[in-house]
């Protein structure tokens, strides 16, 4: 028989230190789940260790000599994690911590077998972290640039509802309908994107390469007479092109810098929020995107215990809209003073009636995070079809708008070699 030392927590979230006499650790863990406690660590008490020789132990387990490592491994950390594998990462902890395997212990297996460095690296840090006595939560906050406020805030509500795997399973639920919608609008702007770039290429191929070659036998062919209009027309436009290309390329390029440089001054950064939220062809797209985001977070963090006030103070800063995170802020302040959450909504000029009266029945009747929920599922439905149709609508357009480009420069050469329009050699017109 071998004497464990454990930790716990209870349904309550309450933390409970203990040891127990058995004879393998697997019997430890079964007896403190018939006790109805959730085990955060379970190590041998024959042998205490300080919290540097257990991060050198844990290190050396994973291959890794301490004498290279003299900071923790959050440190400096520079890696970058997209969010589809930390959505994964997420996914399967949660389903490791369901199967009633222990935190710590689902944290090595899932390094033991995780491929990417940079999230290899943030497993061992946390699982360094929660080995030296630390909470999950803190081990998160450890790696502010990959865990977000969002994801650390529902880890710490599920902490302390004693929860934990399904606040897991809700943000990877959340993570993966973010995923998919801005998966759904990259894969929708491909195409148009794709177009544009080829009649880009094509304009360019003949304004710059082969326009200057009929120039030179138009030349020859009117021995000095002028061109017909058109023409000249498209043979200038070249001309200006061929000339002043690179001038033309470094305006491009400072308008560029200049565009973003005046996006991060606040003032500049308001008004192209306004504009997306406001513009005649996208405008409804990106506040039904706003619109599913503000409910979809609000939601999610409610449901998994977050307080209301909590909540709000994390969306607000999720927008990544600054009208609508001043929205929510009015929000946040109206909870504040006791007030209703429909209010500012009702006023933004962004919900629609319809929304607002959802959320309003919603608070009334106890039932706010479904309902917000609801409507997120609505709008996420509402952007698959605005998506579908702009895409649509968008192919035939580009498809004439290159067709006309291309069409205009032909017409603009073969107009000039139309026999009737051409002298000939006895200085008579035609044929």
Request: charged share 20%; hydrophobic share 45%.
């Amino acid at each position: 028989m071998s004497i464990y030392a454990f930790s716990a927590v209870d349904s309550q979230g309450k933390e409970t230190k203990g040891t127990l006499r058995v004879a393998t650790q697997a019997e430890a863990l079964q007896r403190i789940k018939e006790m109805g406690f959730f085990p955060t660590k379970i190590s041998p008490a024959a042998e205490p260790l300080s919290v540097a020789q257990r991060a050198d132990r844990h290190l050396a387990r994973l291959g890794v000599k301490s004498k290279a490592i003299t900071h923790p491994p959050a440190a400096g950390f520079k890696g970058r994690i997209k969010p589809k594998r930390l959505t994964v990462f997420t996914r399967q902890l949660a389903t490791l911590l369901e199967a009633g395997m222990p935190l710590l212990r689902s944290l090595r297996l899932l390094h033991e077998q995780e491929t990417h460095l940079p999230l290899k690296k943030v497993i061992a840090g946390l699982s360094l972290a929660i080995e030296g006595g630390g909470t999950f939560s803190e081990a998160l906050g450890q790696y502010p640039k990959v865990f977000d406020r969002l994801y650390l805030n529902m880890i710490k509500a599920g902490e302390l509802g004693g929860m934990l795997e399904t606040c897991l399973q809700r943000l990877a639920d959340f993570m993966e309908r973010t995923q998919k919608i801005k998966g759904k609008i990259r894969a929708a702007m491909f195409y148009p994107a794709a177009v544009l770039t080829v009649a880009a290429g094509v304009m360019t191929l003949m304004t710059v390469f082969i326009i200057p070659r009929f120039k030179e036998v138009f030349a020859g062919l009117y021995g000095g007479r002028s061109l017909p209009a058109f023409t000249q027309f498209v043979l200038n436009i070249s001309d200006a092109i061929r000339s002043h290309f690179l001038l033309g390329a470094g305006l491009a390029v400072t308008g560029y810098f200049l565009l973003a440089a005046i996006g991060r001054t606040q003032w500049g950064r308001r008004a192209f929020d306004l504009s997306k939220l406001k513009a005649p062809v996208f405008g409804p797209l990106f506040r039904k995107l706003a619109i599913s985001r503000f409910t979809r977070t609000l939601g999610t963090l409610i449901t998994s215990g977050v307080p209301i006030l909590q909540a709000l103070n994390i969306v607000r800063e999720a927008t990544g809209n600054v009208i609508m995170g001043r929205l929510v802020g009015e929000v946040h302040d109206n909870v504040k003073q006791g007030e209703s959450i429909v209010g500012p909504l009702r006023n933004s000029g962004i919900f629609p009636v319809m929304v607002a009266g959802m959320v309003d029945v919603g608070e009334q009747t106890g039932a706010l995070p479904e309902m917000l929920n609801r409507v997120a599922d609505n709008y996420d439905e509402e952007v698959d079809n605005s998506v579908a149709a702009m895409t649509s609508l968008l192919e035939p357009v580009l498809i004439v708008f290159l067709g006309v480009v291309v069409g205009t420069i032909v017409v603009a050469l073969f107009l000039a070699i139309i026999p009737q329009d051409m002298p000939n050699s006895n200085g008579d017109m035609g044929m």
